[in-house]
């Protein structure tokens, strides 16, 4: 399930608490937001399945526009738009089976984001496509949730981890990072009146931007063959071994003086 943050004030934060504040304005604009990014990098992926981890947000709303044959969500929470539950770290799912997999948040309420990492390395298929959906540790809402502001407003989730940590751990799963994308803006503390105009200014500063989309794909490892092993033969020079060794043994003798006066005999001039 879904671990319960705590706040400084000391107030629950629990999965009700979370859902409605997705259904908030507010969320409901985070939630445009990602659909938005995810509609724009989702349909390079082709094949059979597309694997959302965690639950957010209403059912698949996510994945609308995979272009793959199937698009499924595994959750924790049974209410939350789940259609099948499994713990992230260990997905009852065959190696190599997916060929996209998307972590809305997923790292980010996971008490081991190593495992949810190295079980969607497992499960995605060559070459296959990993989207991870994360806050910003600088942006605007999280600076505003550490200072302990903004409670009501904005749900945060337990961990929060930098963009530069993420491709650390995936270069580790052998993952190349192809794109590394901040969006949204605005404010959400603000009063509803006032959020167009603060949204549209947050646009201007990126590192300030709430959210982040890092897409990778996964490298083929090359394979090497190991065949038999094969018994060094060494080439004679001259014929077969045996007369090769007769060869060399009569060429060393006849380089001496004494087979060189035989081999060379000096020629005598008759006297008149």
């Known amino acids: 399930m879904l671990p319960a943050p705590t706040r400084h004030s000391g107030r ?16 409901q604009r985070l939630i445009a937001q990602e659909q938005a990014e995810l509609h724009r990098v989702l349909p ?60 809305p948040h997923t790292l980010e309420f996971s008490s081991a984001p190593h495992n949810v990492l190295r ?6 298929s060559d070459r296959g496509r990993l989207f991870v959906i994360g806050f910003n540790p600088l942006g605007s809402w999280v600076l505003r949730q550490r200072m302990g ?30 794109e590394v994308r901040r ?3 605005g404010f959400p503390w603000l009063a509803p009146r006032s959020q167009n105009q603060a949204w549209s200014l947050g646009t201007l500063v990126a590192p300030l931007a709430p959210s982040y989309l890092l897409v990778a794909k996964k490298r083929v490892l090359p394979v090497n063959w190991v065949g038999r ?15 090769g060794a007769a060869t060399h043994s009569a060429a ?19 006297s008149s």
Not at 150 to 169: C, E, K
Not at 265 to 270: N, S
């Open 149 to 178: 502001l903004g409670y009501r407003a904005f749900p945060p989730p337990l961990r929060y981890y930098r963009i530069g940590r993420l491709q650390d751990w995936l270069e580790l799963l052998d993952f190349e990072i192809t």
């Open 119 to 124: 079980e969607a390395a497992r499960v995605l």
């Open 252 to 270: 060393h003798s006849n380089n001496s003086p004494a087979a060189q006066s035989v081999a060379s005999p000096t020629l005598e001039t008759p």
């Open 12 to 27: 629950p934060f629990n999965r009700s608490t979370l859902e409605q504040w997705l259904r908030s304005p507010q969320g």
């Open 44 to 103: 390079e992926v082709f094949g059979r399945h597309m694997l959302q981890i965690g639950s957010w947000g209403h059912g698949d709303e996510l994945l609308q526009s995979t272009e793959t044959l199937h698009r499924a969500v595994l959750g924790t929470v049974s209410d939350f738009g789940a259609q099948a539950l499994a713990a992230p770290e260990d997905l009852p799912i065959a190696s190599k089976s997916v060929d996209g997999v998307v972590l």
């Open 183 to 185: 969006f949204g803006s």
């Open 229 to 243: 092993p094969q018994r060094a033969q060494v080439r004679p020079l001259i014929g077969a071994v045996g007369a």
